[in-house]
């Protein structure tokens, strides 16, 4: 896991082969963007614009991916984003191999790193590694805030 501010993207850039297509999209496109997918290259390299609000913890709702890095990049709103081990996590739903996704379910919050996320913030997440729950409402706030974001998906 790596948290930071885009203005400090470049220091990432050599750890993946597209890490810096990956950032520089993010760092000019991002705000403008409209909701949906952004093909950069192909399969390997994508970023998925999202509109939403945010939602209450949910111990079911951990996502956890095999081939794709996320790059996580709020735009707008506030968020905090859940990360946990899988193995201390039961299995929700099986994984889905078109979509690159399992659900996981996490007793309480033990164990779990909590990222409150700001607007310029980043966070990658590893694929089998880290499952993840994102646009969770941040402490004392309500859910149904609106946040903007994009997500990048990096192949490995």
């Not at 506030?78 to 739903?93: L, Q, R, T």
Request: aromatic share 8%.
């Amino acid at each position: 896991m790596i948290h930071d501010t885009i203005e400090n993207g470049s220091r990432y850039e050599n750890v993946h082969p597209r890490f810096a297509a990956a950032f520089a999209w993010l760092r000019e496109n991002a705000a403008s963007a409209a909701p949906g997918r952004h093909e950069l290259d192909g399969k390997d390299l994508f970023v998925n614009v999202d509109h939403t609000a945010s939602h209450a913890f949910d111990p079911s709702k951990f996502e956890l991916h095999r081939r794709y890095v996320d790059i996580q990049f709020l735009v707008e709103g506030e968020e905090e984003i859940w990360v946990g081990p899988p193995d201390s996590m039961s299995v929700a739903i099986p994984f889905d191999e078109a979509k690159d996704v399992s659900w996981h379910r996490h007793e309480g919050d033990a164990g779990l790193h909590r990222v409150v996320m700001r607007p310029g913030d980043f966070l990658v997440l590893w694929p089998g590694a880290e499952a993840h729950q994102p646009a969770t409402a941040p402490a004392g706030a309500r859910p149904g805030a609106p946040i903007r974001k994009a997500i990048a998906k990096v192949a490995l």
